[in-house]
């Protein structure tokens, strides 16, 4: 079966949220695709102890406000999803979940979206399918010899697993900070980093990081220098978990070690370490999976885009993942105004 519809939204989180809600404003009929089975995209999936950077006001997709959790500053991963659930609620948007979609193929004016619940016909297409279905470790040499365990930012829940465990988390950025200031006390922490860590001052969290970014985006759009933008500030937030843990001097970070035994890691020196469990805290790639029948992928495995638009394929606008798709776009309060822009824009391929 065959249905057809202007828009087609692929992903259900908050940046398919987003991308719904102003297509909605705009009147463009349009349809929401998701293959989770409940409300809240990969927040559903997120450890116990996670936090956003910025408080509830902050943290907001169009059109709404998210209301304060009682008695913290930054809201909890739940939180979240309670709100995204109300939110698409409210605006009553048009969602369909367990659908899985396997490809996108060009079909004369129209892009055809093959789905395991039948296929959809539409006029554009907005992939919102974020990064959290495909984590990334990197290829450190020993990876397949060790006997440990090993797991990635993903499949992190809590620290009561690894209770007296000799535990390596590795990654300098916010998910590695935070998942380790949450181990810490409980099991052998060693956490390592390319890098030694930048924190940012302690009274600067997600709302300066969004200004930045966006002050980054618009210098590089007017051809000015690049001055720094985020990365000028910092890599990590320290929400008050991790603020606590680094005062406490429980987050001491050692230099990446060479390479994994079958026992452990072994560090430049040559010195020899037994671990029990490694956790990789080394990011995403976007899930772009569906779209590789259109051939729009580069080099780098990113297509080309100006603004939210796929260069070689204006009918598909990209959202929500990172400052390649919009300043800050692949959070809460930055997919706002680029999922505004794709609806403008796809309001204008859609008018005669």
């Not at 987003?18 to 463009?28: D, F, S, T």
């Not at 000015?224 to 406490?248: E, H, N």
């Amino acid at each position: 079966m065959s249905r057809r519809t202007d828009v087609v939204v692929i992903g259900g989180g908050q940046a398919g949220l987003a991308a719904g809600y102003h297509l909605r404003r705009l009147g463009i009929e349009h349809v929401i695709l998701d293959a989770q089975a409940a409300p809240g995209g990969a927040w559903q999936h997120a450890w116990d102890s996670l936090r956003l950077f910025s408080p509830a006001q902050y943290s907001s997709l169009p059109g709404r406000l998210m209301p304060p959790q009682p008695g913290r500053l930054y809201p909890d991963a739940g939180h979240v999803v309670d709100y995204l659930a109300d939110y698409e609620k409210r605006y009553e948007l048009p969602l369909r979940r367990g659908v899985w979609v396997d490809a996108v193929h060009r079909d004369g004016v129209f892009l055809r979206v093959e789905t395991d619940c039948g296929d959809w016909q539409a006029r554009a297409v907005v992939s919102a399918t974020g990064t959290w279905t495909r984590p990334f470790i990197p290829a450190v040499p020993g990876r397949r010899e060790f006997n440990g365990r090993q797991l990635h930012t993903v499949q992190y829940t809590s620290p009561a697993e690894f209770a007296d465990r000799r535990v390596v988390v590795v990654g300098g950025g916010n998910s590695g900070a935070q998942i380790a200031a949450d181990l810490a006390g409980t099991a052998e922490l060693t956490w390592v980093t390319q890098r030694p860590p930048r924190y940012l001052a302690d009274d600067i969290d997600g709302r300066a990081l969004f200004d930045a970014a966006t002050a980054r985006r618009r210098a590089l759009d007017a051809g000015r220098t690049d001055t720094g933008g985020v990365a000028s500030l910092g890599d990590i937030v320290a929400v008050p978990p991790v603020r606590a843990a680094r005062d406490a001097g429980l987050l001491r970070a050692k230099p990446m070690f060479t390479r994994l035994t079958a026992t452990g890691v072994e560090w430049a020196d040559g010195t020899l370490a037994d671990t029990d469990a490694v956790i990789w805290c080394t990011g995403f790639r976007p899930a772009l999976a569906p779209f590789a029948s259109l051939r729009l992928r580069g080099s780098r495995g990113h297509i080309a885009t100006a603004g939210t638009r796929a260069v070689d394929e204006p009918r598909l606008h990209l959202l929500g993942y990172g400052d390649w798709t919009g300043p800050a776009s692949a959070t809460l309060i930055g997919v706002g105004r680029p999922a505004r822009d794709a609806a403008r824009e796809i309001a204008s391929l859609l008018s005669p």
